[in-house]
């Protein structure tokens, strides 16, 4: 069941102005590049990041937050240590997790963090087409691919259109919600999928935006409501920000000042004007 | 005893003229999201930042440091080892240390390494209301209040003017100047308090300002004149610059650069011209 | 033997299309300062940049990089340790790695850490004056110095001028490429000797951005052709970039965006135009 523009654009509206209202407290386990970005996309967007990751404060201040986001950019044993308490605690006190598996299927450390952390059942997972594929892959649900097709880096070698089958069936293996984006955003809870074609080509010349968009992810799961559309809500609002910036900028400098600009500009009017789904 | 404003600005000019002409070095041990706009903070105001926080080398850098600056937020147990170490030796070699208590009153793990840190005298603690008033509650210096006032994240959830009697205080428990900043910010070195009521509410829209705030206190500690007054000094600074960027950028992304461009072009006259101070 | 402006101009503008097109993926294990505004360097200049750290999956990484960029800001043992696995992997694997020696000749600790890292023969070595003479030294290469003369914290106190003669021995003694730089840059491999005279003193007023040329110089040296002209090209790239940013922005703020836009929009004729050797 596809759900149409309208009704897209409409869900978007609300779940920004609930979000906006309630100011979700979002803590974030995060890599060291995207530090300054998430935390100031959150706050543009209208949320209240954290950034907290010691084992000793993590399950008392989980507690308290409205949603957990663990990113494994940047990761090293002690973090994924973190991340393990981090998600434990989540799970135990009910409070919605967000995954963002950078980097999946770069390393065997990576994969196997990654694979320890679903035990503790995120509600929502985004990367980008390769990092949906690569976990989908590790979790035997998938056949070996063509090796020659895996990222070298951090980045996508693959469109998302590639990554639908393996984003259906995570979703389904982890009873959550799927998002893997790149210049169409499919979002999927294995049932019902969506498209969005919003955002700029700039989107991947500036660091660490993925990331930020994972951490506004945490920040509409936070609200409570239905994780497939707040997922859906976020990934909009961030992809028409997008548009916005990309008619103001266009170089990567510019356009990451416009972009948080635009997060703190976009109205009801924008998001009905511009979204576009399929 | 109070200061009039035209005292104020005259010292802030004074003392600014000297910073540049100084170029103190600061170092920071500081939380991963403030690296960044910290550094660029204290180049941009004319002062000399260095991040350094091994164990292995603290004790031989502070020593040649002008300041010291501890700041509380991503904090870690290897951190916080880290933060011990440095404080030691800052005592050790009369080096002035300026502490920031990020998320005080949060967590048990938080409030304890902040109690351990006070043992080593901080010439100036800044923080925002609510941190302000925990650091006090966690000295016994307040009753405990009311539990659903507390923070939940990094945000402050009381006025500066609620925090005048926490400050007040706990500046004349530590021996130590305390500035609860804010809307209005509140400087006291327990018998003097001065309230400066100078900048834009976009600063708590762009992440780690109130950290760059703190770094910039270290420069102005580092002159070894009066910490009163290097601490107002730094405030006012600060506060005229978001004047000028708030003129100039209404939304957190470009308010951001314009408040680092202001940093750098603020002179006598903008000080004289803007500074309010009651 | 001195390489003319037209031949440097020359080869910058084959280097840097080839650059683009070939998108090396640069592993980096920088300081925490340095981590956003490096990776938007590489991505602005084309190329594709990976913080990984971890001793876990650093040796499965560093075989997949085109090269491998070695900062020592915000050291630690356990970053040291991090260091070492990488640069060892990276010569056991042939992957060209950069050494930044940030703040050599400041703490025992560094200059050890250092040495250490020299022992796995980094391709190029970069820094600013003081930091060149310091390795230089603790190389034995240069009779201890005036210590009035040594560095504070992480700024020269040196002109590239007086580097020449420890950037040359250093370059023999390690068989490497050599670059100081600062308002003149000096890039040596013992035997050849260019200076470089592009780029603006704004460019010591935003945090990092001598480590983000250390990673575009990684970018560079991942072509696979001589380090030598690699060095070259990717500090003649970023001084060219500093003029056009600087014709753009006065203060530092704006400058860092103005910037990031200009390693997107530097082109052949800007090359062509503007660059300075002698």
Redesign the interface.
Known sequence: MSMDQHRIAAETIRLLAKMRAARP?VQNIT???S???A??VL??AGA???????P??TP??VR??SALVINT??????WAQSMDVATTAARMHGTPWVLDPV?AG?????DQTIQSLLRHRPAIIRGNASEIMAVARACGLMREDDPAARP????SVHSTAEAELSARKLARHCFCVVAATGAVDVVTDGERLVRLANGSPLM?????LGCGLTSLIGAFAGLGEDPFLAAIAAIAVYGVAGDMAAEIAS????F??????AL??IGDTDIRMRLRSS
Chains 1, 2, 3 share one sequence.
């Open positions: 407290l890599n060291f590049v530090m300054d970005i935390a100031n706050l543009a209240a990041p954290a950034m907290v990751h010691a000793e404060e008392e201040f308290r937050a950019g940047t990761l090293s044993l002690p980097g770069g390393t065997q450390f990576r070298r880096g951090v980045d991947e010349r500036v660091t660490a170089r990567p400098g510019s990451r000042t416009a972009f948080i600009d703190d500009a």
